[in-house]
């Protein structure tokens, strides 16, 4: 059985230069609802990843690029979530645009906290600084800015004592000041693997991309 999650709950998703690309995506799952917060033409939006006409999901990667279109019968939606390509919709589906907007997709929750996008089911409830807390949401704004150069894998059994761990939403954080910032995404509850995603971030002038 999926856990049933609050919709109104938070959830860390990526970074905003893994959507920083034109039709850049990123999905996950939250209880039974799959979303996808994906970049059309400059803005970065979010929806439950479920085409209005015949229920299929829209993008079943885990991350990619590409455009908002369903692979079954290949409606593609623009940054409202409206369906703009419709293959043989004078011949079949005969919509019009007021037709289009009764099927849009269903809006979900963006927020970013620095340069950390984090997504919700629910497009009303408690801001991502209420869920965090105004010190924690400070805190990690400030980190996601000064550690902002992709680095290498640093697995979590490297992470040693000279390394400072918390925990908020889904993130598992661990900082070494003045050098580098791992997160650790786990999966939402109810959903996989696959959805887990694990992010190195380096200072600017650290040793830790150094030859030994």
Known sequence: MTEAVPDTRWFYLCTKDDLAAP???????????????QN????????????????????????????????????????????????????????DAEGR???????????????????RVATEGPTLEEQLGRGLFA????????????GGPVEAGDVDEGWERFETANLRVALRPG??????????????????RTGIFLAAHTDMDRPA
């Open 139 to 150: 805190r990690l704004a400030v980190l996601s800015e000064a550690f902002s150069r992709s």
């Open 179 to 196: 050098h580098a910032l791992r997160l650790e995404a786990l999966p939402p509850p109810g959903a996989d693997e696959r959805f887990a």
């Open 40 to 95: 059309l033409k400059g803005r970065v939006v979010a929806f439950r990843n479920v085409c209005t006409h015949r229920f299929a999901v829209i993008h079943g990667e885990a991350s990619g690029c590409g455009p908002l279109r369903c692979p079954y019968h290949g409606w593609t939606f623009d940054a409202d979530g409206v369906p703009v390509g419709l293959p043989f919709n004078p011949t079949d589906f005969q919509l």
């Open 101 to 119: 907007r009764r099927l849009a997709l269903n809006p979900a929750s963006l927020a970013r906290c620095g340069r950390l996008v984090f997504v």
């Open 23 to 37: 039709n850049a995506f990123v999905t996950t799952r939250v209880g039974a609802v799959p979303l996808v917060a």
